[in-house]
């Protein structure tokens, strides 16, 4: 793990065992409760106390090859960058953060597989602390983000160090306005224009890790697009595109607009994606592949190996 987090893992697991050991508790057990009133895919999920969110919840995963710059452990841990629903009423399905964070951490807690290898979650509101950030191996974000020269800094730090950044949709445009500095951590400064409908990716990067074995054109029934990014990093490799023009509140020529990008900064990875508006989105299979092999590329995994590692949605 990054800097000096094996100590601490010892010392708590050892501190575990102890208070487990005289205190009568069956940790054999602690995994189920941990993980009761979570579900993924379109099943209903329990209510979440604010002590579930910043619950860690870990489990054995199919065994994964990490970079060494990366991840020296053998758990993967993962941050979940979210923020309360913003975007219509509950029940929309719209920009629904918690519903998502709940989702997903389910899901990457329900491995098909087990190995030697772990992966940890861990959720973070609004901003993460110094210790989720010196902690997590990939942080994935999927709320607007209050940007500010503090946590620019930070995450560029995080990202000299090693960390991996996924930027999902909302995360993706900077309010109020795109800021350049900004696409130094995140690989786009923001958006213009947006469009809600149905989006057709183009993957033009086959044979790029994340998109290996992929269809070269993933269906979204019905989500948002964001154009054109201001500025999009020198360095980015665009995984995907949508082909826009005309947005709501204003137009662009027809084009292809980049909708998925990678790059790399210092010794970490940034991944960005535009579509997530619909949570029935991330239950589209071969979307949902593209997010889990971004998670898997940032965090030094191998991005297929780590997708196939977690079962299929119902």
Same mark, same amino acid.
């Given at each position: 793990m990054k800097r000096n987090c094996t100590f601490t893992f010892c010392v708590i697991s050892s501190l575990f065992v102890f208070i487990a050991v005289f205190s009568g508790v069956d940790t054999c057990r602690?995994?189920?409760? /941990? =993980?009761?009133?979570? +579900?993924?895919?379109?099943?209903?999920?329990?209510?979440? @106390? $604010?002590?579930?969110?910043?619950? #860690? *919840? /870990? =489990?054995?995963?199919? +065994?994964?090859?990490?970079?060494?710059?990366?991840?020296? @452990? $053998?758990?993967?841990?993962?941050? #979940? *960058?979210?923020?309360?629903?913003?975007?219509?009423?509950?029940?929309?399905?719209?920009?629904?953060?918690?519903?998502?964070?709940?989702? #997903?951490?389910?899901?990457?807690?329900?491995?098909?597989?087990?190995?030697?290898?772990?992966?940890?979650?861990?959720?973070?509101?609004?901003?993460?602390?110094?210790?989720?950030?010196?902690?997590?191996?990939?942080?994935?974000?999927?709320?607007?983000?209050?940007?500010?020269?503090?946590?620019?800094?930070?995450?560029?730090?995080?990202?000299?160090d090693g960390g991996g950044l996924v930027f999902i949709h909302s995360a993706t445009w900077t309010k109020p306005g795109p800021v350049a500095a900004v696409a130094q951590v995140t690989g786009v400064g923001g958006f213009e224009l947006y469009r809600r409908g149905p989006v057709q990716m183009k993957l033009p990067e086959p044979q790029h890790p994340i998109c290996k074995g992929l269809p070269n054109t993933i269906e979204l029934a019905d989500d948002e697009t964001y154009w054109p990014p201001v500025p999009l990093s020198d360095d980015a490799v665009v995984l995907a595109t949508s082909r826009e023009g005309k947005g709501k509140h204003g137009s662009t020529p027809e084009a292809d607009q980049p909708i998925l990008w990678c790059c790399e900064k210092g010794n970490g990875r940034i991944v960005g994606c535009v579509p997530g508006h619909c949570i029935d989105t991330f239950d589209e299979p071969d979307f949902r592949s593209l997010m889990l092999r971004s998670i898997g590329w940032v965090a030094g995994a191998d991005p297929a190996r780590f997708a196939s590692s977690f079962p299929n949605p119902d």
């Open positions: 602690l995994s189920a409760q /941990t =993980t009761e009133g979570l +579900s993924f895919g379109n099943q209903q999920l329990g209510e979440q @106390s $604010a002590d579930d969110r910043k619950r #860690l *919840l /870990t =489990t054995d995963t199919e +065994s994964v090859v990490l970079k060494p710059k990366t991840n020296d @452990s $053998a758990t993967i841990h993962i941050l #979940l *960058l979210v923020d309360e629903k913003d975007h219509g009423p509950a029940g929309n399905g719209f920009h629904d953060y918690p519903l998502w964070q709940r989702r #997903l951490a389910a899901l990457l807690n329900t491995p098909a597989d087990t190995d030697s290898k772990k992966v940890s979650v861990e959720i973070a509101w609004t901003w993460p602390s110094d210790e989720q950030l010196g902690n997590a191996d990939a942080i994935v974000a999927y709320c607007y983000i209050e940007w500010s020269e503090k946590r620019i800094a930070q995450l560029k730090r995080y990202l000299h």
